[in-house]
């Protein structure tokens, strides 16, 4: 089985911009989460999604959101970019029935 | 909201020697903690987890325990090798739903 796959893997943005990341699941895992990992705040959870519906969320600002696909991919977006957005953005993948999570490599977003 | 403490921050063990790491948690609504191994670029691999009606549970040479009273878990890993140098990340959560992660802790295994 495939596991969790992001892309893309790195980004530079400057500040201002906006800027979309991708997550697919692994086959068959119906929820998607979003972490934000930095060396400062270290792993801190965004939001999931299950079946195309935001089941939870993180305490980030409104410019941090995202979506589910029916085919349960998933997008992050972050509007508005600032220098703090800097960061290892993780999402993870599970069949969403108190199981296991599991990681994809993560997107590696630099803001200038 | 649930938060997760973990200690040490760092740990270096020689080789063959075993490593602990210490996790608490403030919701006893808890019931699934997870541990996490992420290596340099990689994301968070999961090792082990258990669940809050087990008090132990064990995989080759590395075992979690769960003490639900006293609100701790701990990894414990046997016969360290270079490979298990890493970070690890402990995780707290309800039904498989809002994780919360501990800070992590690097483990340098000296050969």
């Not at chain 1, 893309?8 to 400057?14: D, S, V």
């Not at chain 2, 790491?21 to 090792?47: H, M, R, V």
């Not at chain 2, 809050?52 to 090798?81: M, P």
Request: aromatic share 12%; net charge neutral.
């Amino acid at each position: 089985k495939a596991g969790v796959t992001q892309t893309p893997r790195y980004l530079i943005k400057t500040r201002g911009q906006q800027v979309t990341l991708s997550c697919s699941p692994i086959s068959g895992h119906r929820s998607v989460s979003w972490y934000q990992q930095t060396p400062g705040q270290g792993l801190q959870f965004l939001f999931e999604y299950f079946s195309e519906t935001q089941r939870n969320k993180g305490n980030f600002p409104g410019r941090f959101s995202g979506r589910q696909f029916s085919n349960s991919r998933s997008e992050m977006n972050v509007s508005t970019l600032e220098l703090g957005d800097s960061a290892l953005y993780l999402c993870a993948s599970s069949d969403g029935q108190y199981n296991e999570q599991f990681f994809g490599p993560g997107t590696r977003l630099t803001v200038l | 909201g649930e938060n997760v403490e973990q200690h040490p921050s760092t740990l270096s063990v020689q080789e063959g020697d075993s490593a602990v790491i210490k996790c608490t948690y403030s919701d006893s609504a808890s019931n699934y903690f997870p541990w996490y191994k992420q290596e340099l670029g990689k994301g968070p691999q999961l090792i082990i987890d258990i669940r809050s009606n087990v008090g132990e549970k064990k995989d080759q040479r590395i075992a979690v325990t769960l003490n639900k009273t006293a609100k701790h878990f701990s990894l414990h890993i046997t016969e360290t090798q270079p490979e298990d140098s890493a970070v690890y990340f402990c995780a707290a959560s309800s039904y498989g739903q809002n994780f919360v992660f501990g800070p992590g802790t690097r483990l340098s295994v000296l050969p």
